[in-house]
């Protein structure tokens, strides 16, 4: 079996990555029969030596992945999960990390030392309106109310809990001088970040952050979605490119001082371990760090490291020691991005490069060119299907601006690093400036041109669209189809051009039905944040949730429009009215509905209040009515076209409240826990509750951590 690190370690973190997503036990079912099938014909069919052993290998290292990813989720997360979700618990907790700030919302990954007075190891994600005043590393002691964790990001860290808390959260810190070592990576981190905050501008300085320290929050959340639009978003998350720049560019200044080949291969492995440690040790980055050990440990003892067999040891590093690993977007895009680069980049630069044969006096710069665009479009295409299924979008321009950027960005990285090394030497520190003001010329460009083609119409293309997903069927049977075709240039000419037409084809097709047809989205906000959209019409009926999730709600809406036709707020509650305030800050909207149960706030404008026992009917757009009612417990809509209806429930409503004409929808959404719901009759509720009851129900649809649409007309 060729490279069998690769097939092992690859094949494992699909295996474990796919269960994750789907969170399926028919996906776990039909992996375990492919497996079984594959095994019986490796074993007494297959005749061939090499692949008996590859499909061997693949069936029996995805049968192990699936059963500890299994057991993982059995035996030790859903066990916590279990235990504390929805409890309030006194906690005495280490701070292990710097917080993530991010739509205003401080995140803190904590790890308990005792629970309720009885020792206890669990990790937690908390977050605060407010900074707390502690350091990593402080203790702190407080009560936390639970909830399972839906952040990706921390369930990639091991964090299967959640808490959010308000601005009069209490809590007691402990100063500790018992410091880990890698503390001191995290106050390198901070003197690097002082370092840009004081001589640069500020969208500037986080620019620096984000690409030479992975703080990619530190960025406004405008800037953010600029980079998010144009499909380049890999360029502020701090991954393998990065250290690959670093590594260049300390072989650069050491190639020529340090002949011993061990010795520099040694200082190399320092300086890739020390940038992932500065970096939190990101899994994109530790995956890089891997691959480069790799290599460097084979020149130690005069081997050649291979590419692929090198991925594969990062991937099982990463995750065989933590199955929830996969929860990292970032590490799998990182993954695929860079096998899409090993297996293909060098077939495209060569076929190119072969148009230019008998080119001599530019041929470096064309090379030069050649490779990046290779890279660009290698990395863009394997991980496309990726941030599809993530995202749900995907940017035109991406390939070009990645041309265009990458070695803007090469030198931004390599001056920021040397500007910020620099800058703790004293007198040399002077050295420093020049390169402080080529970062803040470099970072400026780079926001500037991400900031135009973000303002281009269509820079991004939404691709939450049944067409989509068939041109990606269309383009996977074409590779496939491709490694069989001889004249394979040819082929691939052709196949662009067909795939090309499909998809202009599909979304030509798709906009015309898209005019003609009305869709309601419920957002995973943790409340009822719903919008209803109809060509270009598009309302927000209700807002709701926690605070940290009202702009992922926010940024999806405004990839279709910038205009709202309605905002109602169903509910005067301090959440609610927080989104409602955020929404008129995003959106312009020609009506604002907002209830007021004390009836103590006057009508301002396009603002309009209204209070207990009101009703009134809106026409959404032309073939969607909502009639809203106010009641003494609460308020619902009752949202209809001719064919379905819709009701909307705040959760404090009473069944006995609602109108009988309006007790039999197709759907009922509801964010409360209750018994609410026993006395209406509704074919298919949609919730992010577990503790609902509903008569003559049909199906119960969860919206916990994934956003749902529905089709009304």
């Not at 994109?284 to 067999?309: C, E, H, I, P, Q």
């Not at 470099?442 to 068939?470: C, E, H, M, Q, W």
């Not at 109602?568 to 959106?587: E, H, M, N, R």
């Amino acid at each position: 079996m060729k490279r069998p690190f690769a097939l092992i370690g690859i094949t494992y973190l699909s295996v474990q990555a796919a269960l994750f997503y789907l969170e399926s036990d028919l996906a776990a079912a039909i992996l375990t029969a492919v497996c079984f099938i594959g095994t019986i014909v490796s074993l007494f069919i297959l005749k061939n030596r090499n692949l008996r052993h590859t499909v061997l290998g693949f069936c029996l290292t995805a049968a192990f992945a699936s059963t500890i990813f299994s057991g993982y989720n059995i035996f030790v997360k859903q066990p916590i999960v279990d235990k504390y979700s929805e409890r309030e618990i006194y906690v005495t907790a280490t701070v292990l990390e710097q917080p993530t700030v991010q739509y205003d919302t401080y995140r803190y990954l904590i790890e308990t030392d005792s629970i309720n007075g009885k020792i206890e190891k669990l990790k937690i994600c908390l977050s605060t309106i407010n900074e707390l005043n502690v350091e990593e590393f402080d203790r702190i002691s407080c009560v936390l109310p639970l909830k399972e964790c839906t952040k990706s990001q921390m369930i990639a860290d091991g964090a299967f809990l959640q808490a959010s808390v308000n601005k009069n959260f209490a809590y007691i810190v402990k100063k500790t001088d018992d410091k880990p070592l890698y503390y001191q990576a995290v106050k390198i981190r901070e003197n690097f970040a002082d370092s840009f905050e004081q001589n640069m501008s500020q969208d500037c300085a986080s620019l620096c952050r984000a690409v030479l320290l992975g703080e990619k929050t530190a960025l406004s959340q405008e800037i953010q979605n600029d980079f998010t639009r144009c499909g380049v978003s890999f360029l502020i998350v701090v991954s393998g490119m990065h250290l690959a720049i670093i590594s260049s560019f300390v072989f650069l200044c050491i190639k020529k001082i340090i002949k011993n080949r061990v010795l520099r291969s040694m200082i190399m492995l320092m300086c890739a371990f020390s940038f992932m440690a500065v970096t939190g040790f990101a899994p994109s980055v530790v995956r890089a760090g891997v691959m480069l050990a790799v290599v460097y440990s084979g020149k130690m003892f005069m081997r050649k490291g291979d590419s692929l067999n090198s991925l594969g040891i990062a991937a099982l590093i990463l995750t065989v020691p933590n199955p929830t690993a996969v929860a990292d977007v970032g590490m799998l895009l990182s993954f695929t991005a860079t096998l899409g680069i090993i297996l293909w980049a060098r077939k495209i630069s060569v076929y190119i490069m072969g148009k230019f044969a008998k080119l001599k006096r530019l041929k470096k710069p064309v090379e030069f060119t050649v490779n990046l665009f290779a890279v660009s479009v290698s990395a863009t295409v394997w991980t496309m299907p990726i941030s599809v299924l993530m995202f749900g979008k995907v940017s035109v321009f991406s390939i070009l601006l990645s041309v265009i950027l990458s070695p803007a960005v090469s030198v931004l990285v390599a001056c920021a690093l040397l500007a910020v090394i620099l800058y703790g030497f004293g007198i040399v520190s002077i050295i420093a400036y020049p390169l402080t003001f080529v970062c803040e010329q470099l970072s400026k460009y780079v926001i500037f041109i991400v900031g135009t083609f973000s303002d281009i119409p269509f820079s991004s293309v939404n691709a939450r669209k049944p067409y989509f997903y068939i041109w990606l069927a269309l383009i996977a049977v074409m590779v496939i189809v491709g490694y069989f075709v001889k004249n394979k240039a040819n082929y691939a000419v052709k196949s662009a051009v067909i795939s090309l037409c499909v998809l202009a084809l599909g979304f030509a097709v798709y906009s015309v039905i898209d005019v003609n047809t009305t869709v309601i989205n419920i957002y995973a906000t943790g409340g009822n944040t719903v919008t209803v959209k109809r060509g270009k019409n598009c309302s927000v009926v209700s807002c709701g949730g926690e605070a940290t999730n009202v702009y992922y709600a926010v940024s999806d809406i405004m990839e279709d429009t910038t205009l709202l036709d309605f905002l109602i707020v169903p509910s005067d509650s301090d959440g609610s009215l927080l989104y409602a305030d955020i929404f008129q800050t995003k959106f312009d909207e020609s009506d604002v509905l907002i209830y007021d149960s004390k009836g103590e706030n006057e009508d301002n404008g396009n603002v309009k209040y209204f209070t207990v026992n009101k009703s009134f009917t809106l026409n959404l757009n032309s073939e969607t009515k909502d009639e809203a009612v106010s009641t003494e417990s609460g308020v619902y809509q009752y949202i209809s076209t001719e064919s379905t209806a819709v009701l909307l429930l705040d959760g404090n409503c009473k069944a006995e409240d609602i109108l009988e004409k309006h007790r039999k929808a197709d759907y009922i959404i509801t964010d409360k826990d209750g018994d609410n719901l026993q006395d209406i009759c509704g074919k298919r509720i949609i919730t992010n509750t577990d503790d609902v009851n509903a008569k003559d129900c049909e199906d119960m649809i969860f919206v916990r951590d994934k956003n749902l649409q529905i089709v009304i007309d």
